[in-house]
């Protein structure tokens, strides 16, 4: 029989099955294929068990990966179930979505020439199947504290901050202005990449637990902030950040230059059959596209472009292959799926007359490291080139978009826009005024849902302390 502690060796690293290519192309559904209970118990069953498990260190929310492996290679999917929920508010996504490479899976001491355990697939198929054979979060514990929270935005950050108050005792009553929860997981991240209804599913688990949804409602128009202050105990604020970054160049105005949020989101909408609230719907069929950009949000413009039929997707991006910031799972499967890249080209001009017809390019080199440590862009002169297009998406990211309203309420923002919070203490993740609380992207600048998580849970127990509930209560 084989030793099970070398089981690695003899089980190699097999991803989630994918969709062939020519059919995903087709429709927006999910590309992988569930895990079959066999396959996720073998998996599994390939981690070493290391002493100081790497990848819980670089798991920002700090999962006990190695304790829910052992448990899905012994079957016991309900304990794995209950285990993995303590540290994660919302592990299927994460486990579908997170950069795993630079991640759990990029620690992973098998990454080192052996194949790192797939540990995301493994953390969503825990929840997925789990959910399915009738689990639920055990709440038998729980007393009612009295304490109500307004959350102002249902994103990561606000389920998260949610998902630790209601499992305390505190009645959590979340407001979005969007008519779905989910934040940019549902009105950003494309569907191929994370399927809605499973947004959904967790919406109908949270509601079940006691949190209280209020949407399609916007703090500062809808209803004003001091109401939040003056009814609630404690207010947590997951706002996350929308202001899009311009390139700043010649011609980014012209007809058929689009940027990256509201083409994203016109998709989403057509296909859940939402009003188009943010603008007409944006179909690139038929079209020669060019995207600006190397980052998760150019990947998905990449990959819903090609899925609406354009005639070509190239995308653009200033630094190398190497350093690209977009999810390299992201980046394979957008050059699988026919997207053209073109590295090291910077584009310094937007042209065309009634509308776009191409984009100006300079090829770039890398130079000395920068004050940040990162190596500089430096453009070749002379190697300018054109690409033709008849549509421009630009991916530059995203900045803080503070609310006017905050200054009004002691609620002090960095000078970037970032709001201010204590990361020390146990009262973490307090603004300036001390009933206010915030995390995510607001907080930290545009990044990942898992951080978003972490800062909303952490939160949670830094607002659990100022009520009084659970002084102390670590939240991961
Ligand atoms: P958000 O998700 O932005 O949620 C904020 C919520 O607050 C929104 O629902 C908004 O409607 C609401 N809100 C704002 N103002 C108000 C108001 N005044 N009143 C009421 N509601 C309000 N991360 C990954 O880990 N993996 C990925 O693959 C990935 N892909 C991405 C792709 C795209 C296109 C984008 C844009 C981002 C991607 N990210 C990815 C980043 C990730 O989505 C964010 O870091 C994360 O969603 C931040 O969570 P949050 O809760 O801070 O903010
Ligand atoms: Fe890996 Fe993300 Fe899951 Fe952590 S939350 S184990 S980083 S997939």
Redesign the pocket.
């Known amino acids: 029989m084989a030793d099970r502690n070398l089981l690695f060796l003899d089980i190699p690293r097999t991803e989630p099955a994918r969709r062939p290519v020519e059919l995903r192309i087709g429709d927006f559904r999910e590309i992988y294929a569930p895990v079959d209970p066999r396959s996720a118990a073998q998996q599994a069953g390939r981690c070493l068990g290391c002493g100081n498990p790497f990848c819980e260190w670089k798991c920002p929310v700090h999962n006990y990966i190695p304790d829910w492996l052992k448990l899905i290679e012994q079957g016991k999917l309900f304990e794995a179930a209950e285990l993995s929920h303590q540290t994660n508010s919302l592990p299927e996504m994460c486990g579908r979505?997170?950069?795993q490479d630079r991640l759990c899976e990029g620690a992973c001491t098998l990454n080192d020439g052996l194949g790192a355990v797939t540990i995301g697939s493994i953390e969503a198929y825990i929840t997925d199947e789990a959910l399915k054979a009738g689990w639920k979060p055990d709440m038998s514990h729980v007393r009612p504290t009295g304490k109500r929270v307004a959350i102002?935005?249902?994103?990561?950050?606000?389920l998260g901050c949610a998902d630790i108050l209601v499992r305390h005792g505190v009645e959590p009553v979340v407001?979005?202005?969007?008519p779905r929860i989910g934040?940019?997981?549902t009105f950003?991240?494309p569907p191929f990449?994370l399927d809605k209804e499973v947004v959904e599913t967790r919406r109908a688990l949270l509601e079940e637990m006691g949190v209280e949804f209020r949407l399609g409602?916007?703090?500062?128009r809808d209803l004003e902030f001091a109401t939040l202050l003056a009814d609630y105990d404690a207010v947590f604020l997951?706002?996350?950040t929308y202001t899009s970054v311009k390139g700043e160049l010649p011609g980014e105005r012209l007809p058929g230059v689009v940027e990256?949020?509201p083409y994203?989101v016109s998709n989403i909408n057509r296909e859940l059959g939402l009003a188009a609230g943010g603008g007409p719907f944006i179909d690139l069929k038929g079209q020669r596209v060019v995207v600006l950009g190397g980052g998760?949000?150019a990947m998905?413009c990449n990959r819903t472009a090609i899925r609406q039929g354009a005639a070509s997707v190239t995308c653009t991006y200033r630094r190398d292959e190497e350093n690209m910031p977009g999810?390299r799972r992201?980046f394979k499967n957008s050059r699988d799926e026919g997207v053209a890249f073109l590295f090291n080209r910077q584009p310094v001009a937007i042209l065309g007359g009634e509308r776009v017809r191409g984009v100006e390019v300079v090829e770039t080199r890398l130079g000395a490291p920068g004050p940040r440590g990162r190596r500089l862009v430096e453009p070749i002169p002379g190697s300018e080139e054109i690409i033709e297009a008849d549509a421009v998406l630009v991916a530059f990211g995203?900045l803080p978009s503070p609310?006017a309203w905050l200054g009004s309420h002691d609620i002090e923002v960095h000078a970037n826009g970032r709001v201010r919070v204590t990361t020390l203490g146990p009262r973490r993740f307090a603004t300036t005024n001390p009933k206010v609380f915030a995390g995510?992207?607001?907080v930290r600048g545009?990044?990942?849902?898992?951080t978003?998580v972490f800062e909303g849970r952490e939160a949670a127990g830094g607002m659990l302390e100022f009520l009084g509930v659970a002084p102390a209560v670590r939240a991961a």
Request: net charge negative; glycine share 20%; charged share 20%.
């Open positions: 979505i997170c950069p102002v935005g249902a994103g990561p950050a606000g407001f979005d202005r969007y934040g940019l997981l950003g991240i990449k409602v916007e703090i500062g997951g706002m996350g990256a949020l994203l998760d949000t998905d999810s992201d995203f609310p995510g992207d607001m545009s990044d990942l849902v898992v978003a």
